[in-house]
Structure formats: C-alpha cells, structure tokens
C-alpha cells in the first residue's frame, strides 16, 4: 500500500493494512456491499471505489448505499476512466461516477477528478456504532453424473489449495489487483469464470491461460458481481482464454452452460 498525505491506496480493500484507521481509502476494489463492510470494519473514514460497470442490480456500487446509512462517506469512479485493480491508477486518472449521500454533502459530485473527491473527503466524519456483519459465501457442491466439484466463492479471496482441478466460480473481478500475477488464482483450478466489471476486467484470463486453467468472464450487466451464485445462474459469457474455448467456452453463451461442460469434463 502506498498513498498520498492523509490518504492511502489499497489496490484490494481486503488488504487494506494496519494504518488505514482513520485515513481515506482509495481502492481498486468494487463498491458492492461486501466491499463496503471491509472498509467499515477496517474503520477508515471515507472510501473511493471503483464502480465496476455499476452492472445488474447496480452490485457495482451498492456498497455506497449500505455506508451512507452507516454515516461514513464513499464514492466511486467511472470505470471507463481507470482499471479496476489499480489504486494508484483510480487516484491520478478516476472521475467519480457516483457518491452517496454523505459524500455528496462534502462537495464530491459526478464528474469530479478523484484526486478532488479525495480532498473532498478529508472533512469526513468518522463513522460512528457497531458495524453489521456482513459475510461473503463459499459453497461446494458436486452434482451427479459429474467429474468434478462445483465451487462457488462469493470472492476469490476464499479459494484454496485444495480446490485445484475443480470448476471455481466467483464474485469477484477478472482483473488482477495489483501487479503480482500470483494474485490471478489461489488454486490450479480446471475452470474459473469471474465478471468483467464493465468490460475490461479480463487480465487474470492470459495469466491463468499461461497456467493452464481455462478461464472466462462474465459480463457486469449479466450477473452481479460479488455474488458467485449470481455469475453461475445469471451470467452471460464475455471473454474466455483459449483453454475455456477448448472446453466449449464461447462469447455469448450463458455461464451455466459452460460450467456444465466442464463438471461433466
């Protein structure tokens, strides 16, 4: 994590570091609710999202909802103005998409640099009182006539080890935070699909391509993002590496086909 004075720079809210209390976050994490919580629990004093494509049922940025009605200020940028993933690159080149209520009482408005959003933000009260929990899920599953199990994570972050060679489906973008190419996948899974965040969150796929894992996104206005559950009945494929096309994998077709494909091998 690097930063500015009085602000810092979390290029995924789940690592937002020890000295993040009290501070404004820029991240490259999305604006939806778990996001939202992260940044609450960490108790920073007002956060910049990236809006993700807003997408299906505005997941993008319901977060920002959830922590105007905590008191604490939040906002997100356009994400045809910066890569989600990348703080440093939302702070020097975001224009802010959407503010909540908050927010919008320091002066933060659609149109904004981020970099102005920021020093808006300074002036923010601290959110006060318990924060609710919010949990991501995890479910396992294999269904019959099947070769494989079917994982389903709310957010990569709660791959494991032992998931590798089975069908991992999550919330979470398909970008890399960051620049470490180990943060693409947590497991040598045989099928991974993800949401595209708007339409350029595709760079995990030729990472994990390099690893033979066949990958796909799902696109942002198909499936909520954040929610595993929603990529799996809901999304609609809109990028795949060359391994998901040898699986069957193509531009279009819905998720739950392809995964289909790939359970039964």
């Given at each position: ?17 020890p000295d993040c209390a009290g501070r404004v976050v820029v991240t490259g994490s ?108 995890r479910t396992e599953t294999t269904p019959e006539k099947t070769k494989r199990r ?116």
């Open positions: 994590m690097t930063g500015l004075p009085d602000a810092l720079l979390a290029d995924s809210i789940s690592k937002p570091g999305h604006g939806g609710i778990f996001a939202a919580f992260l940044a609450r629990e960490a108790g920073v004093r007002a956060a910049i999202f990236h809006d993700a494509g807003v997408g299906l049922d505005r997941a993008g940025i319901g977060g920002l909802d959830w922590l105007a009605a905590q008191g604490m200020a939040a906002a997100a940028v356009d994400h045809a103005s910066a890569a989600i993933g990348q703080a440093a690159q939302i702070l020097e080149h975001g224009i802010i998409s959407h503010a909540n209520g908050p927010a919008a009482a320091l002066g933060v408005v659609a149109g904004m640099s981020c970099k102005a959003a920021t020093a808006c933000l300074q002036a923010a009260v601290m959110p006060t009182g318990a924060c609710p929990e919010v949990r991501e899920g079917l994982i389903l994570v709310d957010s990569a972050s709660l791959v494991t080890p032992d998931d590798a060679g089975q069908v991992i489906v999550t919330g979470s973008h398909g970008a890399l935070f960051g620049t470490d190419p180990a943060n693409a996948l947590k497991a040598q899974g045989y099928l991974a699909l993800f949401n595209d965040a708007g339409g350029a969150a595709t760079t995990r796929l030729p990472v994990l391509q390099d690893r033979g894992i066949a990958a796909a996104t799902v696109a942002a206005n198909s499936a909520r993002i954040g929610e595993a559950q929603s990529t799996w009945q809901d999304g609609v494929i809109s990028a795949v590496n060359d391994s998901a096309a040898a699986t069957g994998a193509k531009v279009g077709m819905p998720a739950r086909d392809l995964i289909a494909l790939a359970l039964a091998g």
